[in-house]
């Protein structure tokens, strides 16, 4: 019998499922992916807001600022790549400036840290600021993260600790228990006394197998343009001034040096649809020089799309099920689902799950991971001890971003390791450039063959589906 069962492996179900390993609880963290973090928490504009944005009174103005704070020390603890990159509202004119007040005001009453700047000032920071921009609010202590980088990190942690994950486990029906419920799928039945149903836009569905709907997943797509790293764009993050359809089209800076314009904002119908558009992605074109100027679109190497987990309820719905006891909505998580969910996990434990468990703080669990080598961030010394060590550190596998094998084989052999071709693009980043994996995506298949004694026909780019190599040749 598990304790707790989580249904989704994006930031919201490993950022639980980490922290539930800190205790003596049977847990099984399950998706539907053949990876960790497949969903909204894969393609998203990567930024940990401080929390001035939600509207008072709401789960988002509680959970996105204390998120915020305790990113602080958690990316560290986990070993994650971030930066504090800094994020300036851009107003135009008088009425803007207006809203920056507003900002302002909940940022003083939520202890959240600010500087004003002319738009001159700002412009002396980021010269290809819009010459229209007349005030901006820098939110210094900003970051920008690798959300997906945060995700497998904390199901490193969590399955290190003994939870157990279930990929390629789309849960397809629940049932009521004496004590507890039944989680369906294809290949096992878990019995639970809890669950937690962070399926982010399938979560109504989820939700619809214990009890009366709720609420209604309405999925909106973001679409973006992904700019070379060799361009040299923004420094901070610039937005506009948030409006009712959300926070606009921005200039996202990445932690490798790539920039972000995006996203568009669309409700769509589909669940599944993440294909790039021409409205979208004109949109995002035409909106930018509201705020920006000399965006080198020319430049793109890559466009993606997101989809929210957005829902009739205009904010997160974090609740036990009134009709289903037991079983926990972490439902609707939408921006700033990324900057809230360490909070958002202390909040379903501390407020919903504790009075419902037995609480053994487990004294094996190790809360944080070793990070990764990562030869580009090592001096010439140290990258050549590495290589003497171990020679695959010396053969770059990457051109774009100068990977070597060993750090490739590294993610295969880490817990909740890369077992595919994208898997390996998202922690070690092969791909990632340039030619978008052009030169290394063969290589990157032999060497996942290799390690996981497969023949390279079964080598998949991501689903288990999504075979790469149909046959061998002469
Ligand atoms: C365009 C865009 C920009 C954004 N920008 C930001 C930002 O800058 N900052 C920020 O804080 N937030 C941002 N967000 C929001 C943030 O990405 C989400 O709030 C967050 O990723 C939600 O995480 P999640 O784990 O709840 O959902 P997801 O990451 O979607 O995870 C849900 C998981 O459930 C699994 N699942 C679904 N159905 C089943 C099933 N039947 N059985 C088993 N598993 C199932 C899915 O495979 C998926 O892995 C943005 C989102 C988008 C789309």
Request: aromatic share 6%; hydrophobic share 35%.
């Amino acid at each position: 019998m598990y304790d707790v069962v989580i249904i989704g492996a994006g930031i919201t179900g490993t950022m639980l499922a980490r922290d539930l390993s800190r205790y003596k609880l049977k847990v099984a963290l399950i998706d539907k992916e053949n990876d960790i973090a497949d969903g909204a928490t894969m393609a998203n504009s990567a930024i940990v807001h401080t929390g001035y944005d939600p509207e008072d009174g709401t789960l988002k103005a509680l959970l996105n600022p204390e998120g915020a704070r305790i990113y602080d020390t958690l990316l560290d603890d986990l070993g994650c790549r971030y930066r504090t990159a800094g994020a300036y509202i851009a107003a135009c004119g008088p009425e803007e400036e207006a809203h920056l007040d507003v900002l302002a005001d909940r940022a003083d009453r939520r202890g959240i840290p600010y500087e004003w700047l002319t738009g001159d000032e700002a412009r002396r920071n980021e010269p290809n600021l819009n010459d229209q921009v007349t005030k901006v609010l820098n939110f210094y202590t900003t970051k920008i993260i690798y959300p997906w980088e945060v995700a497998i990190a904390c199901a490193e942690v969590a399955v290190g600790n003994g939870v157990e994950l279930y990929l390629n486990s789309p849960c397809t029906g629940i049932d009521k228990t004496e004590s507890g419920y039944t989680v369906h799928t294809p290949e096992h039945d878990f019995e639970t006394k809890l669950i937690v149903n962070a399926a982010g836009v399938c979560a109504d569905q989820i939700n619809a197998m214990v009890g009366k709907p709720r609420f209604e997943m309405r999925p909106k797509k973001g679409e973006y343009f992904v700019i070379d790293n060799n361009v040299h764009y923004v420094d901070h993050i610039i937005f506009p001034v948030p409006s009712a359809k959300g926070k606009g089209v921005l200039a996202v800076p990445t932690v490798y040096g790539n920039t972000l314009i995006g996203p568009n904002s669309d409700y769509i119908a589909s669940t599944t649809d993440t294909g790039s558009s021409f409205q979208g992605l004109d949109y995002v074109r035409t909106n930018i020089v509201r705020i920006m100027k000399n965006a080198p679109l020319n430049r793109s190497i890559r466009n993606f799309a997101g989809l929210r987990p957005s829902s009739s309820v205009s904010d997160f719905i974090i609740e036990e099920a009134a009709d289903a006891p037991g079983f926990v909505n972490a439902a609707s998580i939408e921006s700033p689902g990324l900057a809230s969910a360490p909070a958002v996990s202390k909040y379903i434990i501390e407020n919903i799950l504790r009075d419902k468990l037995e609480w053994t703080e487990n004294p094996d669990a190790v809360m944080t991971r070793e990070r990764p080598v990562v030869m580009a961030e090592l001096s010439e010394e140290e990258r050549a001890e590495m290589i003497r060590k171990n020679p695959l550190y010396g053969r770059i596998i990457c051109r774009c971003e100068q990977i070597s094998e060993g750090e490739i084989v590294d993610c295969i052999r880490r817990p909740c390791g890369a077992h595919t071709v994208k898997g390996v693009k998202k922690r070690v980043r092969p791909g990632m450039g340039r030619c978008q994996g052009g030169f290394c995506e063969p290589r990157v298949l032999a060497i996942l063959a290799r390690e996981l004694n497969i023949s390279p026909l079964d080598v998949v780019l991501d689903s288990k589906a999504s075979r790469i190599l149909c046959q061998e040749n002469r």
